[in-house]
């Protein structure tokens, strides 16, 4: 991996919550262009801080990430916008408008290229319309265009949210938790989209996962957080299932993970 | 050993002395209050006689009255209709900028919430009194009447409709680059167009019955009609004034019913 060109690399990260919790410690990291990467880890142990740093939908505290070569710690207003834009996320709870149809959601994805008067009249380019039911069809979601959310399932929903942030363009693909709220066969379509999008658009994938198998089937690269802190490294060969045991253990720190990169 | 487990109420609980000695307190300030403004339940009843009397009075409406009666009952529509407008299209701002989902500064909610309180806090026969005073005798001043009234209470309604909305869409808009407006038009409005809708018909409704009343102040509409009718003590025309005022908010109140139930 480490011939590509890096897409997101942390230097010395570190987040404090105002309440002086710990989301973020020492975090040095670096995600080549075009990898799948799973993040592990325990309920707390700062995996949504990481993903929500990178479009600063978290500020960090200290240190600095780059995005394709920029740094935007420092990031405000347009330039901000213009970052998020270019990154795509997905959530475990889809995060959808209920009450909109699918097309509605799946073109509000491209807002961020629109002026705030040409979108809010909905005057979207034929080109976009155009590009809304193509990112439905790689999702295998075209036929429900015109539904209204409420009326998807859970896995329907997400695919529409993946479909949403294909919208943008994206270089980079976060997904926070993506199949936790659903059960194990939309599980494997959400995760085939994923992996497709990886696979045949070379976006680059984040994604926190909570189950190990699920993380060794598509990933490429599996990452492991405790405590804020990085303490597992290693690319998807190098992963043997005993190596878990110690990310998810309740006490002592990791000593073994190694670190590539 | 199983009685045991029969948690054991406390005197207060045993003998109801909250509800008790709130039912005292409430018995005490009605009594209270009779006796400070002076209700006279004797007269009161005396006084049935003559309610009686305007009643056969105007048992007898003066049909011909009707068509004179169309003309200010369709003004104090358009006045409802002109004023509720106004004043959702002004409330509409200030309940984005009062919602505390929307807006994390709190000096800004602060003022605003706080501006909007004050709005409530007048009541709108005040309120007509003093816009008769500032233009005139006349429908206008209904107009502002229900405008300011409105305002105040669908910025409430309406802000507090927005803090009930889910945030998620809010996060995943702004985590796709959108702006603070797109924010509002992409993942606010579509989750609280309908209860605004409904916030607007039910408001609209209370302002129809409202102005009817607006008019004694010479705020406008059919109002104007029943003082001078009951004035002249024409109360076969009175009759009719208040009978075409009944159907009119029947007939509002059930279009806005139904259409509001169709909204949910
Ligand atoms: N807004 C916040 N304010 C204060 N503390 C926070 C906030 N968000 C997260 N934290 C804390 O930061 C730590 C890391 O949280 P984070 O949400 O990143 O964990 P996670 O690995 O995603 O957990 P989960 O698997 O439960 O989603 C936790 O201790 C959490 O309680
Ligand atoms: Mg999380």
């Known amino acids: ?261 | 050993m199983d009685k045991d487990l029969i948690p054991k109420r406390t005197f207060v609980q045993k003998y109801h002395v909250k509800g008790l000695v709130g039912t005292f307190i409430f018995l005490l300030l009605l009594w209270g209050s009779a006796v400070m403004t002076g209700v006279n339940w004797g007269e009161f009843f005396t006084n049935l006689d003559q309610f009686f009397d305007l009643l056969s009075r105007m048992a007898h409406p003066a049909w011909d009255y009707t068509n004179i009666v169309i003309q200010p009952i369709l003004e104090t529509i358009q006045m409802a209709l002109i004023g509720t407008t106004i004043g959702t299209l002004i409330a509409i701002p200030f309940s984005i900028l009062a919602a505390r989902n929307l807006i994390k500064n709190a000096v800004v909610r602060g003022v605003i919430r706080f501006i909007l309180n004050l709005v409530r806090t007048l009541p709108d026969l005040l309120l007509a009194a003093l816009f008769v005073a500032i233009v005139g005798i006349g429908s206008t001043a209904g107009v502002w009447t229900l405008a300011v009234f409105s305002f105040g209470m669908i910025s409430k309604l309406f802000y507090e409709t927005i803090e009930t909305i889910d945030d998620g869409p809010l996060e995943a808009l702004r985590a796709a680059g959108a702006n603070n407006v797109q924010v509002v038009v992409f993942a606010v409005v579509p989750q609280v167009l309908n209860s605004f809708v409904s916030y607007f018909l039910y408001t609209f409704e209370i302002n129809v019955r409202a102005s009817t009343v607006l008019g004694y102040l010479g705020a406008g509409g059919i109002g104007v009609y029943l003082q001078r009718s009951l004035s002249s003590f024409r109360y076969d025309q009175t009759a009719v004034i208040v009978i075409a005022i009944l159907l009119i908010v029947i007939v509002i109140d059930s279009v806005s019913n139904s259409l509001r139930e169709r909204l949910q």
């Open chain 1, 1 to 261: 991996m480490s011939d590509r060109p890096v897409m997101i690399e942390f230097d010395d990260v570190q987040k404090v919550y105002p309440n002086g919790t710990v989301g973020l410690k020492d975090i040095d990291l670096k995600i080549y262009d075009g990898e799948f990467v799973a993040v592990v880890g325990l309920s707390g142990a700062g995996k949504s801080t990481l993903l929500r740093s990178i479009n600063r939908m978290h500020d960090v505290t200290s240190g600095n990430l780059k995005v394709d070569g920029q740094s935007i710690v420092g990031y405000k207003g347009k330039d901000l916008r213009n970052l998020r834009r270019s990154i795509g996320m997905i959530f475990q709870d889809f995060n959808l408008v209920d009450r909109a149809s699918v097309r509605r959601n799946v073109l509000s994805g491209k807002v961020g290229y629109y002026s705030t008067w040409k979108s809010s009249l909905g005057l979207f380019s034929a080109e976009d319309k155009q590009r809304a039911i193509n990112s439905l069809k790689r999702v295998n979601m075209v036929e429900k265009l015109y539904t209204r959310v409420d009326e998807l399932s859970g896995g329907q929903q997400q695919r529409v949210a993946i479909a949403r942030a294909l919208m943008q363009d994206p270089k980079i693909m976060l997904a926070d938790e993506p199949i936790a709220s659903l059960d194990p066969l939309t599980t494997n379509a959400v995760m085939d989209d994923l992996l497709s999008l990886n696979k045949d658009l070379g976006i680059t994938v984040l994604a926190n996962l909570h189950s190990v198998p699920l993380a060794m089937k598509y990933a490429d690269r599996i990452i492991g957080l405790r405590a804020g802190q990085l303490v597992y490294d290693k690319p998807i060969a190098e992963v043997s299932e005993d190596d878990f045991a110690e990310i998810y253990s309740e006490s002592h720190p990791v000593t073994g993970g190694a670190v590539h990169g």
